[in-house]
């Protein structure tokens, strides 16, 4: 149970992820989420905490680095977890300096997210099919990063481009041999009824939902934010507790 300063959230963990299902209660235990704030709030978005950096930080600092000192193996079960509103999902580092994409080991988002027509549909299956092109990009560089660092060493322009060459070829079969990317029916019709952020899908870690207080995430992202979407009345996680 997620004791907030705008309400309270009962939050079930999905058993399919059992490494970030073990990290969330471990901290619950610990109390590490207690006295955080939600520091990154984004309307038909999502609402996101769990930086310790956050506890007593003054009003205008600039959050959402901080973390345990550790990171989680991503756990995707795509479509199983999806992005409907009021699910529970591990925030993380970009795919440029993290391609395997790996979790937070703290930081958190529950999605409030939108409703979507089927034109809307069809500019998510386009962006997801840029963000799994992305993702294989970066994962395929990182195994030529050591190679291309020594060749950026020598100054080695052909050697370089050459394997620019290479990596872009892989990249392309890569994406060539993928299914096409789609969504299913099922999550059609949540994500039209009840909503969500689709696009997310199968590049964060969905380890569970909150099953009581969906009113809470709308009486958080709706509130007036600063520039940096932290919003402007601090809403605190007072107790995060293990049922």
């Not at 999902?89 to 440029?96: C, E, L, N, S, V």
């Not at 997210?113 to 386009?126: D, H, I």
């Not at 060539?176 to 909503?195: C, H």
Request: charged share 25%; net charge negative.
């Amino acid at each position: 149970m997620m004791h907030t300063t705008k309400g309270d959230m009962k939050i079930k963990l999905y058993d399919e992820t059992p490494l970030h299902r073990d990290n969330f209660i471990k901290l619950a235990e610990q109390g590490f989420y207690d006295s955080l704030l939600f520091h990154r709030v984004i309307s038909d978005f999502m609402i996101q905490g769990g930086d310790p950096d956050s506890k007593n930080a003054a009003p205008g600092k600039m959050l959402g680095n901080g973390g345990p000192g550790y990171t989680i193996p991503a756990e995707f079960d795509f479509p199983n977890l999806f992005h409907k509103k009021g699910a529970l999902a591990a925030a993380r580092t970009g795919d440029k300096i993290n391609p395997q994409r790996k979790s937070s080991g703290s930081q958190f988002y529950i999605v409030q997210g939108k409703t979507f027509n089927e034109e809307q549909f069809t500019e998510v299956e386009s962006r997801l099919k840029s963000m799994k092109r992305k993702g294989i990009f970066y994962q395929t560089l990182e195994q030529f990063k050591d190679s291309l660092t020594y060749y950026q060493q020598q100054g080695n322009q052909a050697a370089i481009m050459n394997l620019q060459i290479k990596i872009d070829g892989m990249v392309e079969d890569k994406v060539a041999a993928l299914a096409p990317v789609s969504i299913p029916d099922s999550l059609r019709n949540i994500y039209s009824t009840i909503g969500g952020v689709p696009h997310l899908d199968d590049n964060y870690t969905v380890f569970g939902e909150v099953v009581e207080g969906l009113e809470v995430i709308d009486a958080i992202s709706n509130g007036e934010k600063d520039e940096n979407d932290r919003p402007k009345e601090d809403v605190y996680i007072l107790e995060l507790k293990v049922l």
